[in-house]
């Protein structure tokens, strides 16, 4: 079945650590790829997106993302995380072909010890 | 600019009872959807409209009811709710690009507890 799968239901860090949140999806074909977090008590934002173009992508708030069309996967990162980084993050798809249906992942919790 | 707004905030309904949730944006946007959250699933699609009178069936849509007469409103119909309905509820808007899916604007949500 088509799926988005994320690698760690919940990450731990202390600041300044890197980060990377895994995201994998099964789709086959052209898709679209975003990132969404929501903040605790706060509404789900978009964090980046790829549309096309250069694979890396860059977001708000020092996130990126690095689009790997062979490995199917399109990883968050972040050098150096801070407390407010604290969240759930997100990984959504959706398929050129049937762009009105986004997909989301199970999300991985983040929480940053100060 | 009020965005998406979700009413009510939380609800607590007991078996078999319906209710409808209510979804207004205020951005003219063509797309409106409603997704569920649950603990380890993440946020699942139940139905998406992509403009008045439009309306289809995204990942779980059995046991919900939806319709789209104007562009700003977007309501969530539960006809008999069940146990298995227990969610957060938020609803999403965006505008129409061709072939792009532009970013998803979310309302607060609606806690719903089914007993």
């Known amino acids: 079945a088509q799926s988005v799968s994320q690698h760690n239901h919940h990450v731990i860090l202390s600041e300044a650590a890197s980060l990377e949140l895994g995201c994998n999806y099964s789709y086959g074909g052209t898709v679209n790829l975003f990132w969404y977090v929501q903040y605790p008590g706060q509404h789900l934002q978009l964090l980046l997106k790829y549309f096309s173009g250069d694979p890396l992508v860059k977001g708000i708030k020092g996130f990126e993302a690095e689009f790997i069309k062979s490995k199917f996967s399109f990883n968050l990162r972040k050098p150096s995380v801070q407390w407010s980084d604290t969240a759930e993050y997100f990984c959504?798809?959706?398929?050129?072909?049937?762009?009105?249906?986004?997909?989301f992942g199970p999300g991985t919790s983040l929480s940053v010890i100060p | 600019n009020a965005g998406v707004t979700q009413t009510p905030k939380f609800q607590v309904l007991k078996t078999g009872q319906s209710m409808t949730l209510q979804c207004a944006q205020d951005?003219?946007?063509?797309?409106m959807s409603w997704y569920r959250q649950d603990p380890g699933m993440g946020l699942r699609l139940i139905h998406y409209s992509v403009g008045a009178g439009i309306t289809d069936q995204g990942e779980v849509p059995n046991g919900y009811n939806v319709s789209r007469s104007t562009t700003e409103d977007f309501p969530l119909r539960l006809l008999s709710a069940a146990p298995s309905q227990t969610s957060v509820y938020f609803c999403?808007?965006?505008?129409?690009?061709?072939?792009?899916?532009?970013?998803?604007?979310f309302g607060s949500g609606t806690q719903l507890s089914v007993l």
């Open positions: 999403a808007s965006s505008r129409n690009r061709d072939r792009v899916r532009e970013k998803l604007f």
């Open positions: 951005m003219n946007h063509e797309y």
């Open positions: 959504a798809v959706n398929l050129k072909t049937s762009y009105d249906k986004v997909i």
